[in-house]
């Protein structure tokens, strides 16, 4: 095993991977698919108290999706409560990046916001990451404003309104350039749901500089 600088645990043989998207039913995932594989879940505690590699197949499913319902897989409980984050909550952070980037569903591509909007609003870490000095919310919101492009590219493409409420909230969290935020804004009004086009959802930029 080794780490990178998000302190994220990954296999040593990063094309090793954990689990195969090719193996899941309805669309390829190839970006999800390599992203996931390069984290040693089974290596990381739940929220459930158990190993976390559950959750590999648990993303992999959500992002194969169909365009049917949403699939019926939650991470309440095992990455996120509405009080504490657990151990792989970064790693998700990253797959949820990744799916945003991939051909997935609209009914995956919310479900993945929704679970990015969770762990960038975290406001406590699980005792055993934090008796190891991991600050697990910081940690989550350095991760997702790497990828802030992509959530500005969310909002503009206009696919969703679930998506683009979801997507401009994570980015009212991270983005610390005001001006730019609120240049957005004007450009999506027509189609931001009330919350965002009003600035009632406004969460303030929690990462600086």
């Not at 991977?17 to 899941?24: D, F, H, L, R």
């Not at 983005?175 to 935020?181: A, I, K, N, S």
């Amino acid at each position: 095993m080794e780490n990178d600088d998000t302190g994220v645990t990954h296999r040593a043989d990063p094309d090793a991977p954990a689990v195969s998207a090719s193996s899941a039913p309805g669309r390829p995932v190839r970006l999800i698919g390599t992203e996931t594989a390069r984290h040693d879940w089974a290596g990381m505690r739940c929220g459930c108290g158990g190993s976390a590699a559950h959750l590999a197949d648990d993303l992999t499913a959500v992002a194969a999706a169909g365009s049917g319902a949403e699939p019926d897989v939650g991470l309440e409980g095992h990455v996120w409560s509405p009080v504490t984050l657990w151990e792989p909550a970064p790693a998700v952070v990253s797959v949820a990046l990744a799916a945003l980037a991939d051909d997935v569903t609209p009914v995956a591509r919310e479900w993945f916001l929704r679970q990015l909007q969770y762990l960038v609003t975290g406001e406590g870490t699980d005792p055993s990451s934090a008796r190891r000095g991991t600050d697990l919310p910081e940690r989550c919101r350095e991760l997702a404003a790497r990828g802030l492009w992509l959530l500005y590219a969310e909002v503009t493409a206009n696919r969703s309104l679930g998506a683009v409420g979801s997507a401009f909230e994570i980015i009212t969290v991270l983005e610390p350039d005001r001006g730019r935020l609120e240049r957005v804004r004007e450009i999506a009004a027509d189609w931001l749901p009330v919350c965002c086009r009003t600035g009632l959802c406004d969460e303030g930029p929690v990462i600086r500089g």
